[in-house]
C-alpha cells in the first residue's frame, strides 16, 4: 500500500535542465529500491535509473553523465535531476517503488508506480 506522485516535468529547449520529484505516502517503511523509467511514443518502457535505500545507484548508459537519481528517505521522496537534455529524452517518465515486509518466515513483495510526468524537450 505505497502511493507514489510524481511532480516536475513540463517543456523545456536542448540542453536544459529539469528535476523530477516522486513523493511516497502509505507504508513507505517496507520501500526498497526506487527507480526511474521512461516511455516515448512508440517504444517500449524503459529504465533510467535507481537507487537501493541505503544510497546505491545503477544509471542507463544513455542518460549516465547527465542525470543524477537521489533519494531523501526522511521525506520520502525520490528525485532525477536530468541536465543537457536532448530531444531523444523527451518521454513520460514514471517513478517505481519495489516493497517488502512481513516477518523472515513469510516474506512479502509489491511494486508501485507512479502516474507519470511528461517531459518535452524541443530543438
Known amino acids: 500500500q505505497v502511493q507514489l506522485v510524481e511532480s516536475g516535468g513540463g517543456l523545456v529547449q536542448s540542453g536544459g535542465s529539469l528535476r523530477l520529484s516522486c513523493e511516497a505516502s502509505?507504508?513507505?517503511?517496507?520501500?526498497?529500491?526506487m527507480a526511474w523509467y521512461r516511455e516515448a511514443p512508440g517504444k517500449e518502457r524503459e529504465f533510467v535509473a535507481s537507487?537501493?535505500?541505503?544510497?546505491?545507484?545503477n544509471i542507463a548508459d544513455s542518460v549516465r553523465g547527465r542525470f543524477t537519481i537521489s533519494r531523501d528517505n526522511t521525506r520520502n521522496t525520490l528525485y532525477l535531476q536530468m541536465n543537457s537534455l536532448k530531444p531523444e529524452d523527451t518521454a513520460v517518465y514514471y517513478c517505481h517503488a519495489a516493497q517488502s515486509w512481513g516477518p523472515v518466515e513469510r516474506q512479502y513483495t509489491s511494486e508501485s508506480w507512479g502516474q507519470g510526468t511528461q517531459v518535452i524537450v524541443s530543438l
Open positions: 537507487i537501493t535505500r541505503g544510497g546505491s545507484t
Open positions: 502509505g507504508r513507505t517503511r517496507s520501500i526498497d529500491t
